[in-house]
């Protein structure tokens, strides 16, 4: 199943495990449990101290395969972890067999201290992008606690579980057999999920920082280009968001990253991180932004509690997913409406689904659906796509997309529990109709994350930061990049060169405070 590159590569990561590992194996004789059995057998080739042993538990899923270490963690995979999901498996390889898990001192004892049985199941598709980073959170859990599971459950295998327990999204994981969260979520917001005192210790520890030179609030291409840009400089620079990597995450395929041919968000997420710790950086995940102000100095308040202050701040909190907001959509979101094709496609295999928003990225859904799903039917408000010409004769040339366009959705129906159709109006006629239909994707482009600086920072009726060509807001001292601002086009390349010409600005700023402080100081004198 693996070739001889990625043998190769393989056979030098599991070299650095240094304690026994055991496959645990439960198989029938179906085709997949056969699959599974060879992907085993030629990883226990690779190194002495991994071996094989048969599952005998018949009330485990079939076929499944448990990384078992000397200390008793079990990291388990329903299914054949491949495809995104292959790094999971090895980096479950490497933790269980004794190299170190590359996370927080602090996180680590926090993980060790839950009290308590914590058992994960994880809803994947292998072709969702999001999901290895919630199972391989779930998994380095696991393998610091044995007290704590989880176990992958590939979707498109497990038919009937999805279906009983309604999932129509992924990532969909859930706690001791109650449903725990869905979509993407990072080790640190886990830990606050099942941690309830886990917010008021980073708070506090949070409040002990001192005052930055540059905070850079957001963590998407402009704020790791910002702050590449602030730390080569030499002053005290540090980010606070969320997640690292923000809507680029979200991302699969990028062919247009300049001296990059072609890529994926994650990896160029995992590139950017790995770029941005290379410098003295500052970088404090898990809390978003909610407040900013000034006293002097500028001061950014957390959802946590906890207030950072700095000489200059970067906002780089780029965009997220804009909604229909029609009646049906909140109540059945993850429930039929979804937002991720690549991810949450394969869910809907054989059934029919609609598309709203007819620009490349709701074009580009519709021809992948199209290879999964029985039909799509494409709902565009405009009278006409504005999807890139290749795209639109790509999809017209598919039977099983229909593209209607001047179509204003108006609703989501559904029975209670999940999406049953949708209806719009057709705005050349004002006739309304219903559209019988088990999922609907939602492209429709993004919305800037701002909402915490209204009042405070100007913004246009949008919602996005105003700023000029030095990237300087309403603020003094506030500077902004990337897509949350009025920069026209929202790409991940003019976002990184934004984030460097705001950095630029803040040390330019910085230094003429100075110069003006010893200008003040000496007429004072």
Known sequence: MLNEQLKAQLTTYLANINKQVTLSLALDDSKKSNELSQLAGEIVKLSPLINIKTNTDHSARLPSMTVVSESGSKLAFAGIPLGHEFTSLVLALLHSGGHPIKITEDEIEQIKSLEGELHFDTY????????????????????????ITNTMIDGALFEQEVSSRNIMAVPSVYLNGESFSQGRITLSDILKKVDRNSDARQAEKLNEKDDFDVLIVGGGPAGASAAVYAARKGIKTGIVADRFGGQVLETVGIENFISVKKTEGPKLVASLEEHVKDYDVDIMTGAKASKISKDGMINVELDNGATLSSKSVILATGARWRKMNVPGEAQYSGSGVAYCPHCDGPLFKNKKVAVIGGGNSGIEAAIDLAGIV??????????????????QRKANSMSNITIITQAQTTEVLGDGSKVTGLQYTDRATGSSH?????????????MPNSEWLDGDIDLTNRGEIIIN????TSMEGV????????????????????GATASLSAFDHLIRQVEQDQNDAEQAA
């Open 479 to 498: 500077f902004a990049a990337g897509d949350v601002t009025t920069t026209p086009y929202k790409q991940i390349i003019i976002a990184m060169g934004a």
């Open 434 to 446: 219903q559209i019988e239909l088990s999922g609907i994707f939602v492209q429709i482009g993004l």
């Open 374 to 391: 029985e039909h799509v039917t494409v709902l565009e408000f405009d009278t006409k796509l504005r999807a890139d010409e290749v795209l």
């Open 469 to 472: 060509d030095k990237g300087e």
């Open 124 to 147: 994947i598709s292998l072709s969702c992008q999001n999901c290895p980073d919630v199972v391989q959170a779930l998994n380095i859990m696991a393998a610091v606690n044995p007290n």
